[in-house]
């Protein structure tokens, strides 16, 4: 392989010199890169253009159970298998169709479950259940909850063809192996199998990519994944009756209560020290958040 980028490197005589078109380009040169004159049309350099073609393929399955509100509280639960194609994307700017591959916001498993829970307590209620106005209004009508949602991460982006630029950034060269690792064995020093993308070259791993050579990896593993959506909210509010149509309610909500990280992507520049690693030091969701509302409901 490097015997064939000396080759194609290799200026030869240029057939475009002197040619009117070409003056005041690279093109004008005596001479030029065996490797532009094997391109499809060599008297132009590169062509930048853009292609609306492409498909996707969504298939699921969603199931619900839902338990109205009834004797103080309600649940409900849902929860969804999906699997996520899409051939949107060229590998690189020469190929004739998208490449299918696994898309970019596909997440194979989501669990959510939300329930609320009304105290006994208060006007027409198991306890307390003829109350003054005072009473009523300072312990009937509390109610907690909490929504919990667990989901798959989305599939980690080796590189991306870049129109503009008519280049494959991020571009890295694949061995072959299986490129992820175990759950357990994940963590921010090492999120992927970085082995699965040793040089064939020299064997030296974190090694730039052979220069023209034609990307043949895709830019998405199915099991390679950014850390996985885990999120819990708690509410409780409480509303004051103030006549048959107008109450005030009063919310107290913690936002991710737990305060779980969501992690940044690691990074996947194959020269990059870091290369494997979750390297920065924010986290893509926010931290725990804390609110209070009032609100005049008539």
Same mark, same amino acid.
Request: no cysteine; net charge positive; proline share 5%.
């Given at each position: ?5 000396? =080759? ?12 009117? %078109? ?91 479950? !939300?329930?609320?829970? %009304? ?34 991460? =989305? ?28 759950? !357990? ?23 730039? !990519? ?33 006549? %048959? ?14 305060? %779980? ?10 020269? !990059? ?26």
């Amino acid at each position: 392989m490097n015997d064939n980028s000396t =080759f194609l490197n290799t200026t030869v005589t240029n057939p475009f010199a002197g040619l009117p %078109e070409v003056v005041g380009t690279t093109l004008a040169n005596a001479t030029i890169a065996r490797s532009q004159l094997l391109r499809p049309f060599p008297g132009f350099l590169d062509i930048l253009g853009s292609n609306n073609d492409g498909k996707s393929w969504y298939h699921s399955g969603q199931f619900s159970l839902q338990k109205r509100f009834s004797k103080g509280y309600t649940i409900q639960t849902s929860y969804t298998w999906s699997k996520w194609l899409q051939a949107t994307e060229y590998l690189n700017g020469g190929d004739a169709k998208p490449t299918r591959m696994i898309a970019d916001q596909d997440a194979p498993h989501r669990l959510a479950f !939300s329930g609320m829970y %009304e105290f006994p307590l208060g006007k027409g209620k198991q306890f307390l259940s003829k109350p003054n106005w005072l009473t009523n209004a300072v312990v009937g009508g509390w109610q907690v909850g909490a929504t919990v949602q667990l989901q798959s991460g =989305f599939p980690i982006a080796f590189g991306q063809y870049n129109i503009t630029t008519a280049v494959t950034s991020g571009d890295i060269f694949y061995k072959g192996g299986d490129p992820s690792i175990p759950s !357990s064995q994940r963590n921010t020093s090492k999120w992927f199998n970085t082995s699965a993308f040793i040089s064939v070259l020299n064997d030296t791993s974190t090694n730039a !990519s052979p220069v023209n050579h034609l990307r043949t990896l895709p830019f998405r593993f199915a099991n390679v994944r950014r850390d996985y959506i885990k999120n819990v909210d708690f509410t409780m509010k409480k509303d004051i009756m103030l006549r %048959e149509t107008m109450k005030i309610q009063l919310r107290f909500e913690l936002l991710n209560a737990f305060n %779980e990280p969501y992690f940044p992507a690691p990074v996947t520049s194959q020269t !990059s020290t870091s290369f494997g690693q979750i390297s920065a030091s924010n986290q893509d969701n926010y931290a725990r958040r804390a609110q209070v509302g009032l609100k005049f409901i008539f």
